[in-house]
């Protein structure tokens, strides 16, 4: 009984697989054309990327500023407080800045972009579009996607770059690091390569969260709890994904 | 014949709606489609738009059999017809003049000046053009019914499927809409397919009409002949009458015996 239910678990589990699969392909082939409407591209670049900005910039500031202090912490007591620099670019370019980002951008712009589309779908507008021949994927979802997809490494640059000014505000005006080495020390040890592993991760990060948030909105059963569900399904399974994604990135990078 | 649906079957999760549906549209005629709620009259339109297709049978529009067609090939017919959602299904982040300039601006290429005049004419049509910079969420349900009806009407098709128009609307409005289906089918020459189970309402409208129950044709002919007709179901529907072939009463043990079941345990 119980191996019946797993395999069928698994089942289900490959069928969402395969659903998600043959949605990004049509999505892609969409997405061509989408490029040359900035009618339509441009406000979604503005709704994923310039609205989720407060919500990033602060919290790169808090994130650089703890990772100030606990760099500060741990560093001093092996006396080398001078590669603070370098350790809070390492953690926020390879590693915090695309992840904080990516999960933030599921919780803010993803959750708008399911709740969008599904609502869209529940008041029947989705079907207009298909009754008017006006293909609903290439119109909404494109557009979407791709705003999502080209904001998450504008996002997470800003990220890093706000977050590298948290960390230097802890360290160097409060706790004293001298300015020259912390920034000397960031430049002679963060090379392009690191630069790189931040850039890929928040590009792989967008497409993974673009792709679920629009893939949930547009599937989503047209009620208000079908609506409700997919927004839950959006956080939880682009915040999953992120994180093993992360994993196997890093692994891909070392 | 812009409509020809001949001996559809079809089944949602093992349940059959319908076995064995046939429904014929002759153009330039307001046909209506009526029965009993759940009997699959939105069903219907959706074999006749494509949106879902027959399990056996075959649905023919104008002149096509849709099982044959391709994707893009229904993009193409669809072009040919518009549809009047319930609801409206206006696009809520566009005001009422793109809504209806919407189908305009993705299928041709015509100039801004000719957009503009096309819309507010269509706009006028439906006596809405003051409304033209007003937001969905601004309409009253009758409101956004006409903007739909623009809408649909904008690029000329030679069909028009309205779902449930009446609805939820007051008198006013109600007339406003009647009056909208026949004066669009008679001007245009539109062929339009009303489906709805407001029977006084279709009465006055339609030229032809179908009535569907229990995954068939119960009758066909215009509204006054299924009136007139023999069969009790089809009399009870038409009169809306309580109780008949369709009991008032969901099937149920005896009444008294379960009211004093309680008492005797």
């Not at chain 1, 339509?40 to 808090?62: D, E, K, T």
Request: glycine share 10%; proline share 4%.
């Amino acid at each position: 009984m119980s191996n019946g239910g797993g395999n069928g678990f698994i089942l289900e589990g490959v069928r969402r697989l395969g659903a998600v699969a043959l949605f990004l392909v049509r999505l892609l082939g969409e997405c061509v054309p989408a490029l040359g409407r900035p009618r339509l591209l441009v406000p979604q670049i503005y709704n994923a990327g310039a609205r989720s900005l407060i919500i990033i910039m602060l919290s790169g500031l808090f994130v650089g500023m703890v990772l100030g202090l606990q760099g500060y912490d741990l560093l001093q007591r092996f006396g080398s407080v001078d590669a603070l620099g370098t350790a809070v670019a390492l953690g926020l370019l390879k590693e915090l800045a695309p992840v904080v980002t990516a999960l933030l951008f599921a919780g803010r712009a993803g959750t708008a972009l399911t709740s969008e589309i599904g609502l869209m779908r529940a008041t029947d507008q989705l079907t207009a579009m298909e009754i008017m021949a006006v293909d609903p994927l290439r119109y909404v979802a494109a557009p979407r996607f791709l705003g999502g997809v080209l904001a998450m490494p504008l996002l997470t640059a800003i990220f890093s770059v706000v977050g590298l000014y948290g960390a230097q505000l802890i360290g160097v005006q409060l706790l004293g690091v001298d300015k020259g080495a912390f920034w000397s020390q960031m430049q002679g040890s963060v090379g392009l390569r690191n630069v790189t592993e931040g850039v890929v991760k928040s590009v792989v990060f967008g497409i993974a969260c673009s792709l679920i948030a629009v893939h949930e909105g547009y599937n989503a059963a047209p009620t208000a709890e079908g609506v409700a569900l997919a927004t839950t399904r959006t956080v939880v399974a682009s915040s999953v994904i992120t994180l093993l994604l992360d994993y196997v990135l890093t692994a891909a990078f070392l | 014949m812009v409509v020809d649906v001949r001996g559809v079957h079809y089944a949602v999760g093992g349940r059959p709606i319908f076995a064995g549906v046939d429904v014929q549209v002759r153009r330039g005629r307001i046909t209506a489609i009526m029965g009993p709620s759940g009997t699959g009259k939105t069903t219907l339109l959706k074999l006749i738009t494509a949106q879902i297709a027959a399990d056996r049978g075959e649905v023919r529009v104008c002149g096509q059999d849709l099982a044959a067609l391709s994707r893009s090939e229904i993009y193409v017919l669809r072009k040919r017809m518009g549809m009047l959602f319930q609801n409206g299904a206006l696009l809520t982040d566009l005001d009422v003049f793109e809504n209806v300039a919407f189908p305009v601006r993705e299928h041709t290429d015509l100039p801004e000046a000719l957009i503009h005049k096309l819309v507010l004419t269509k706009l006028q049509a439906v006596g809405l053009r003051g409304a033209a910079a007003l937001m969905p969420g601004e309409l009253s349900g009758g409101m956004a019914r006409r903007v739909a009806l623009a809408r649909a009407i904008v690029l000329d098709p030679e069909m028009l499927i309205y779902d449930e128009p009446f609805v939820g609307l007051d008198p006013i409005s109600l007339g406003v809409i009647m009056r909208l289906i026949k004066h669009t089918n008679e001007a245009l020459g539109i062929t339009s397919i009303v489906v709805s189970h407001d029977v006084r309402e279709l009465a006055t409208i339609a030229d032809d009409s179908y009535l569907l129950s229990g995954g068939r044709v119960a009758a066909a002919g215009p509204p006054a002949q299924l009136r007139a007709s023999d069969s009790a179901a089809v009399r009870q529907f038409m009169t809306g009458s309580e109780d008949g072939p369709v009991a008032f009463h969901y099937p149920a043990p005896d009444y008294a015996a379960q009211l004093f079941a309680a008492d005797e345990s």
